[in-house]
């Protein structure tokens, strides 16, 4: 089945710095990223949504200078956290879909973000 | 407006019960619904898709959905729960080439 490969599984990092989390789709392109945000049990909550050459659509609330999304091919979506702090420690999951609205997503496993 | 609930955020069953996992949406066209699952530390993985085909679908592991459009249901069930079927389970629902909209999850615990 398809396969969506995220890395890095797990960051540890000092407050201040960046950190880029890659969203690879391995056997389909992904004309359609997404990138979500998840706390502890709790749902997903869909941070930005990019399509292939196009800049990323951020939901309300997620600040775009914070989180860089690029989606500069069909198979390879990149998030940047910048100048990360604390509260920015997260479980971070990418997604993937084609073009066709009957496709579901595929997910990454996910990114744990630990800022110190 | 497309949303999805799903009734209960914990259900815990005995081993080899009846699973079943509630998910209701709201749509004024017809959706394409799904059920993932999520394991500790791990992202989603699909169990199963409605996509307009037949109305009972089945998935992985033993699962199986049923859409009622009359009760604008499409619950999730498995006849005998085994012990790592504990996890976290979401419903989705997404119109056309809309983004995806999940429920807000149902944590299933199995009892030995």
């Known amino acids: 089945g398809a396969v969506v490969s995220q890395h890095p599984s797990w960051v540890i990092c000092k407050s201040g710095t960046s950190v880029k989390i890659e969203c690879r789709s391995l056997?389909?392109?992904?004309?359609?990223m997404f990138w979500y945000r998840q706390f502890p049990k709790q749902s997903l909550m869909l941070m930005a949504t990019?399509?292939?050459?196009?800049?990323?659509?951020?939901e309300q609330g997620v600040e775009k200078d914070k989180f860089l999304i690029n989606h500069a091919s069909l198979t390879l979506s990149t998030l940047t956290v910048t100048s990360a702090h604390p509260e920015d420690s997260s479980f971070y999951i990418c997604?993937?879909?084609?073009?066709?609205?009957?496709?579901?997503?595929?997910f990454g496993d996910g990114t744990r973000l630990s800022i110190l | 407006a497309q949303s999805v609930t799903q009734l209960g955020s914990h259900v815990s069953v005995s081993e080899g019960a009846l699973v079943l996992l509630r998910c209701n949406y709201s749509?004024?066209?017809?959706?394409?619904l799904f059920w993932y699952v999520q394991y500790p530390n791990q992202g989603l993985q699909l169990l199963l898709k409605?996509?307009?085909?037949?109305?009972l679908v089945k998935g992985i592991n033993g699962f199986e959905a049923e859409f009622k459009k009359s009760e604008t249901s499409f619950h999730l069930t498995k006849p005998s729960a085994h012990m790592s079927d504990a996890a976290e389970y979401f419903c989705?629902?997404?119109?056309?080439?809309?983004?995806?909209?999940f429920g807000a999850g149902t944590r299933l615990t199995v009892k030995p």
């Open positions: 997604s993937a879909r084609s073009s066709r609205g009957d496709q579901p997503q595929h």
């Open positions: 990019s399509n292939e050459g196009s800049k990323a659509t951020y």
């Open positions: 056997d389909f392109q992904a004309t359609t």
């Open positions: 409605y996509t307009s085909a037949a109305t």
């Open positions: 749509s004024s066209v017809p959706p394409y």
């Open positions: 989705a629902v997404r119109i056309n080439n809309n983004d995806m909209r």
